[in-house]
């Protein structure tokens, strides 16, 4: 697992390599906050 930053939003999430070079070479988003893939701050602090 490596953390990237995601250029669009500038935040960083985790993600492993392989996943990465699959989610760009089918053309998705890879940034798990963009995608909508990760909890809003506020309901994990709850």
């Known amino acids: 697992m490596v953390y990237w930053q995601c250029k669009d939003c500038d935040r960083k999430y985790q993600q492993s390599i392989a996943m990465r070079v699959e989610k760009f070479e089918r053309g998705f988003v890879s940034c798990t906050y963009c995608s909508g893939r990760h909890q ?4 994990r602090l709850l």
Do not use: D
């Open 40 to 43: 809003k701050e506020i309901y």
